[in-house]
């Protein structure tokens, strides 16, 4: 069974920078697609960033591109989301997500991942 957590969220400033964290464990994680995703109040979730599992190919939504970096180190099994020039409404909880086996890599749809985080809460205030 994967598991995944993510963590480094917190309350920032707008125009500050902030990495996000996702830990994998389980199952064959190295191997997948992994993506971030997130939901702010009232709105439904949505995707962000998405990468290979080699981390070669990675796509991101218009709306965090040019700010927002993802990234992965297979040796930890971990994933990265660092994003720059944070804005009001980049407040959200972001998600981390493990893809089902064989897809990828460009996924950007709930329904493409197997494996969710509880979430970790970004806030962003003007």
């Known amino acids: 069974q994967v598991q995944v957590v993510e963590s480094g969220g917190g309350l920032v400033q707008a125009g500050d920078s902030l990495r996000l964290s996702c830990a994998a464990s389980?199952?064959?994680?190295?191997?997948?697609?992994m993506g971030w995703f997130r939901q702010a109040p009232g709105k439904e979730r949505e995707f962000v960033a998405s990468?290979?599992?080699?981390?070669?190919?990675?796509y991101y939504a218009d709306s965090v591109k040019g700010r927002g970096t993802i990234s992965r180190d297979n040796a930890k099994n971990t994933v990265y989301l660092q994003m720059n020039s944070l804005k009001p409404e980049d407040t959200a909880v972001y998600y981390c997500?493990?893809?089902?086996?064989?897809?990828?890599?460009?996924?950007?749809?709930?329904?493409?991942?197997?494996?969710w985080g509880q979430g970790t809460q970004v806030t962003v205030s003007s």
């Open positions: 990468i290979s599992w080699s981390g070669i190919r990675t």
């Open positions: 997500a493990a893809a089902r086996a064989g897809l990828g890599p460009r996924l950007t749809t709930l329904d493409d991942y197997a494996y």
């Open positions: 389980g199952g064959t994680v190295s191997s997948s697609v």
